[in-house]
């Protein structure tokens, strides 16, 4: 099934294989960003293949009356595509970097095997019961967005306060 597409050279009749050469060499150069860290990360050839279903998405809902080229609405579904996909390799980060000296969140597990292996080093950092709490919701796996709404915080407002916390929690690694 061939649609007609704008584009720069003007209005043609086109496949979705025939859109897809064409527009090859920009989803390459779209797909060439990082994503994510560690286990969270997107291969480039995974990321090629999402665009190529964007791409497909595209072409299904372009329409030639909507006076505007397939590469500009290309060009918007795939930057808001990539956009959603750091947002939720971001949500999925699960240790932060807390200090070069000694790092406690780069361990997996939770807080009670923390307290067990490192109580001392716990207990030296969290001074209270909210500093306690904190230091679950940075070391947490569970998604910042669920652990705001279960607090009852926007999740702008749980990120404040970890970047608190975490800057307090540097410090007084720094001086141990």
Known sequence: MKKLIKTNDGIKEMGFNEVLRAHENF?????NIKIGVGINSIEKEDLFQE????????????D???????????????TNHIRILIRKSKDKEEYLTMGDEYDIFDKKGKLDSYFEDDYDLVSSICRNKE???MLKVIISDEPKSRIAKRMGVSRTML???IRKYESIFKERIKNL
Not at 27 to 31: I, R, W
Not at 51 to 62: H, R, T
């Open 27 to 31: 989803l390459h150069s779209k797909s």
């Open 51 to 62: 665009l190529q279903i964007v791409a497909w998405k595209c072409y299904d809902m372009y």
């Open 64 to 78: 030639i009356n909507s006076n505007c080229n397939f590469i500009t609405l290309l060009n918007k579904l795939v």
């Open 131 to 133: 500093e306690e709490d």
């Open 159 to 161: 990120y404040k306060k």
